[in-house]
Structure formats: C-alpha cells, structure tokens
T-cell receptor, first 117, second 117 residues
Framework: EAGVAQSPRYKIIEKRQSVAFWCNPISGHATLYWYQQILGQGPKLLIQFQNNGVVDDSQLPKDRFSAERLKGVDSTLKIQPAKLEDSAVYLCASSLNRAGFSGNTIYFGEGSWLTVV | AQKVTQAQTEISVVEKEDVTLDCVYE???????LFWYKQPPSGELVFLIRRNSFDEQNEISGRYSWNFQKSTSSFNFTITASQVVDSAVYFC??????????????FGKGTHLIIQP
C-alpha cells in the first residue's frame, strides 16, 4: 500500500516569496492533516480536513497560509508571503477516518523541508 | 486544553542497554488516545503504538514495551537491549475522543535517543 506522498521534498525561497506544497494521502483516507514542525520541536497542527471540508484551522496563520482539498483527495498548502520564521518541515498526514473515532491511526509523509532566507 | 510533556530532551546510552522514554499528558477528556511515533533523520514519522484511555494493559512488541498508568497520566516507552538502529527522535502524542470537534494530534517536544555502538 502506498504511503502519504508529498512534494517537493526540499525548497529554499527568499522571504516574501510564495511556495506551495502538495500532498496525496493514502487511498481511501477521508481525513487529511497538515502539520508544521520547527527544528527541535514537536509537530503542530495547522489544518485538518474531513473529505473536502475544514474541521479545524484555528492554528493556521490565515494572513499568509492557505490550504485546500477541493476534491477530497489531494491537498495543497500555500504560503504567501513567506517569512523567516516559516522555515520548518511541513508534514502531511492522513487517516481512514477522524483520529478521535476509535483512535484511527494517523500516517505521515516524509515532509517538505522549507528554508526561507 | 491538552498537553504532552516529554521532559527528557536527549538520552544517550550504549548499545544493548535498556532505556525508558517518559511521557506525561494532560487532558480533561475521559475518552482519549495516546500514540508513540519514531522520527528517523529522514523526517518521516513512523507509527509505533496507539492506546485508548480505557485500556491500561501494558503492551510488549518485540524489544518495545509500553506502560500506561492513568493514575499518574503517564505513557512510558521502554526499549530493551537497544540497538544503533533505534537512534531517532521519539514523540508521544495525544488525541481526544471525537465529540465532533477537532481531533488532530497534540505532540510532545520529543526525546532524541542516541544509541552508541
């Protein structure tokens, strides 16, 4: 079974530029998450989708970050304009259904490493 | 609000020693799920175990074992006869049992485990 796919793996941009990350979850997984992991810290949830609807985006900096999952499968996370503090790994994850229902396991991709200079 | 504390930032042991990684959590929910993930240098978070709040049985899987104690809000992870391949950052995480709200994982800051040959 294919895992969670993410691209690009690495990206270096200058501050104020824009960047987009793509995620393809495990086939059949209804729930999709984007996490931000700053070096030396644990991942922090940015946004959670259930199919193509947003469940939680309370920690997403909406003035510069946006995310969509138009057809309930692939998702894109965009940052515009980027700031130095956005340098982090952006992890996409998916689960069959919501993790709070019977503790569905959340599977993670390898992440997209962003450096803003 | 939920919180996960991993007080050990870094642990270094010699190969074949046993090592325990501590995890203490805070939650007001009566139904919740606890997870452990392993993050090797490649960056992908690898699922190790899921435990629900109603199951306090300890679990053993090969060299790995987990001790869940609700009385002390702890979910500790022990590696027996450690190996160099166990070197990684380990994260403990918590998710609330879904009552319709957001149920993304809340992570601790991680413990960097170094196994020296």
């Amino acid at each position: 079974e294919a895992g969670v796919a993410q691209s690009p793996r690495y990206k270096i941009i200058e501050k104020r530029q824009s960047v987009a990350f793509w995620c393809n979850p495990i086939s059949g997984h209804a729930t999709l998450y984007w996490y931000q992991q700053i070096l030396g810290q644990g991942p922090k949830l940015l946004i959670q989708f259930q199919n193509n609807g947003v469940v939680d985006d309370s920690q997403l900096p909406k003035d510069r970050f946006s995310a969509e999952r138009l057809k309930g499968v692939d998702s894109t996370l965009k940052i515009q304009p980027a700031k130095l503090e956005d340098s982090a790994v952006y992890l996409c994850a998916s689960s069959l259904n919501r993790a709070g229902f019977s503790g569905n396991t959340i599977y993670f991709g390898e992440g997209s490493w962003l450096t803003v200079v | 609000a939920q919180k996960v504390t991993q007080a050990q930032t870094e642990i270094s042991v010699v190969e074949k020693e046993d090592v325990t990684l501590d995890c203490v959590y805070e939650t007001r929910d009566t139904t919740y799920y606890l997870f452990w993930y392993k993050q090797p240098p490649s960056g992908e978070l690898v699922f190790l175990i899921r435990r629900n709040s109603f199951d306090e049985q300890n679990e053993i899987s090969g060299r790995y074992s987990w001790n869940f104690q609700k009385s002390t809000s702890s979910f500790n992870f022990t590696i027996t006869a450690s190996q160099v391949v166990d070197s990684a950052v380990y994260f403990c995480a918590l998710v609330r049992g879904s009552g319709g709200g957001a149920d993304g994982l809340t992570f601790g800051k991680g413990t960097h485990l170094i196994i020296q040959p």
